[in-house]
T-cell receptor, first 118, second 109 residues
Framework: GAVVSQHPSRVICKSGTSVKIECRSL??????MFWYRQFPKQSLMLMAT?????????EQGVEKDKFLINHASLTLSTLTVTSAHPEDSSFYIC??????????????FGPGTRLTVL | GIQVEQSPPDLILQEGANSTLRCNFS?????LQWFHQNPWGQLINLFY???GTKQNGRLSATTVATERYSLLYISSSQTTDSGVYFC???????????FGTGTQLKVEL
């Protein structure tokens, strides 16, 4: 139980293009999902909280117009990196929390998406 | 915001050795999780342990919430234990995780 998937696992794109990353909770419903970013040899940094049916909440310093988040259903959140630039190259990881019957606010993570912008 | 520091930052062990990883946090927490990030980047849940002690096979964890630290014990280490170990916490009534600085573990034959 509590499995989270991400797609794609790896993407390479040209500068200026947009990239969409999907995060799905496979065996539970998640009203809240989270998006993180991880640079090489560093820890995970929370980018935004994705709320089903409402606007995402972004952390300080994260451009909401750059990183568009849509949480259209209880099992799917998407992150779109718009007009990507080389400095957006990173490892993007999503998580979902609180599956029914589980621990309060325990989070489970997707396998991550490695984005390379040329 | 809350500060989460882990030690040691790097650790090299011979297979079969035991180790203790530490996580210190600067404020009270309502959630503490330990993760293992494997070489492919996947975060694997090890423990949900806002307080108390838990054991799962060769791994165990203890959180002393009043003293604001948690320990992860790895016994009889194996090469497959290699990777980065993170602790992460939630504060207040929220559910946003703040990750620690991580411990990079390498287990050698």
């Amino acid at each position: 139980g509590a499995v989270v998937s991400q797609h794609p696992s790896r993407v390479i794109c040209k500068s200026g293009t947009s990239v969409k990353i999907e995060c799905r909770s496979l065996d539970f419903q998640a009203t809240t999902m989270f998006w993180y970013r991880q640079f090489p040899k560093q820890s995970l940094m929370l980018m935004a909280t994705s709320n089903e049916g409402s606007k995402a909440t972004y952390e300080q310093g994260v451009e909401k117009d750059k990183f568009l988040i849509n949480h259209a259903s209880l099992t799917l959140s998407t992150l779109t990196v718009t007009s990507a630039h080389p400095e957006d190259s990173s490892f993007y990881i999503c998580s979902a929390g609180n599956p029914r019957g589980g621990n309060y606010n325990e989070q489970f993570f997707g396998p991550g998406t490695r984005l390379t912008v040329l | 915001g809350i500060q989460v520091e882990q030690s040691p930052p790097d650790l090299i062990l011979q297979e079969g050795a035991n180790s203790t990883l530490r996580c210190n946090f600067s404020d009270s927490v309502n959630n503490l999780q330990w993760f293992h990030q494997n070489p492919w980047g996947q975060l694997i849940n090890l423990f949900y342990i806002p307080s108390g002690t838990k054991q799962n096979g060769r791994l165990s964890a203890t959180t002393v919430a009043t003293e604001r630290y948690s320990l992860l014990y790895i016994s009889s280490s194996q090469t497959t234990d290699s990777g980065v170990y993170f602790c992460a916490v939630c504060t207040g009534g929220g559910n946003k995780l703040t990750f620690g600085t991580g411990t990079q573990l390498k287990v050698e034959l």
